[in-house]
T-cell receptor, first 114, second 110 residues
Framework: GNSVTQMEGPVTLSEEAFLTINCTYT??????LFWYVQYPGEGLQLLLK?????DKGSNKGFEATYRKETTSFHLEKGSVQVSDSAVYFC?????????????FGTGTRLTIIP | DGGITQSPKYLFRKEGQNVTLSCEQN?????MYWYRQDPGQGLRLIYY???????QKGDIAEGYSVSREKKESFPLTVTSAQKNPTAFYLC?????????FGPGTRLTVL
């Protein structure tokens, strides 16, 4: 079956530090990969995505590269801000004749301290 | 403004009562989804619908029911058969293989 494994949190960093949140996956077929962010008390927002191997998704200073050889999609940011504090979810989707279902990781809580 | 709305944001019910959570979208998306989120856990799929008048069970459908009478609406009913209904419920819709989420409804059963 399909599964996503994320780096366990919580992760606490100082402002302007470099961020990496690890994500690896297991999938049958060729998945699309996503990072979603959830701020306290809110729904999920799409942060970035990549649909094929070697694609790089990027948004708001965050980046992730689809690595088929290591089945990974690690999230990185060069200099984090307090406003980046949230829970981050890695997810994969395999489209099957229009039947699109996401498989999520358990989430990584990130706290940035000033 | 286009988007997905869920109401209410907070909902309280007594044990044994059915409750219906609203989800509306004006994005003209065909597919809609319901997820449940428990503290410290990822999202689990309850039901999904690819087109009007059709829906399928997800991974944890027991104790829940849905309807899809209109493209823009996908209400979820949490029945008294759901043993642990207290959770955060998220609705999503999708276009071009990307899902977009509503703000969620936090249901507390007393």
């Amino acid at each position: 079956g399909n599964s996503v494994t994320q780096m366990e949190g919580p992760v606490t960093l100082s402002e302007e530090a470099f961020l990496t949140i690890n994500c690896t996956y297991t999938a049958t077929g060729y998945p699309s990969l996503f990072w979603y962010v959830q701020y306290p008390g809110e729904g999920l927002q799409l942060l970035l995505k990549a649909t094929k191997a070697d694609d790089k998704g990027s948004n708001k200073g965050f980046e992730a590269t689809y690595r088929k050889e290591t089945t990974s999609f690690h999230l990185e940011k060069g200099s984090v801000q307090v406003s980046d504090s949230a829970v981050y979810f890695c997810a994969l989707e395999i489209s099957n004749f229009g039947n699109e279902k996401l498989t999520f990781g358990t989430g990584t809580r990130l706290t940035i301290i000033p | 403004d286009g988007g997905i709305t869920q109401s209410p944001k907070y909902l309280f019910r007594k044990e044994g009562q059915n409750v219906t959570l609203s989800c509306e979208q004006n994005l003209n998306h065909d597919a809609m989804y319901w997820y449940r989120q428990d503290p410290g856990q990822g999202l689990r799929l309850i039901y999904y619908s690819q087109i009007v008048n059709d829906f399928q069970k997800g991974d944890i459908a027991e104790g829940y029911s849905v309807s899809r009478e209109k493209k823009e609406s996908f209400p979820l009913t949490v029945t008294s058969a759901q043993k642990n209904p207290t959770a955060f419920y998220l609705c999503a819709s999708s276009m071009l293989a990307t899902q977009y989420f509503g703000p969620g409804t936090r249901l507390t059963v007393l």
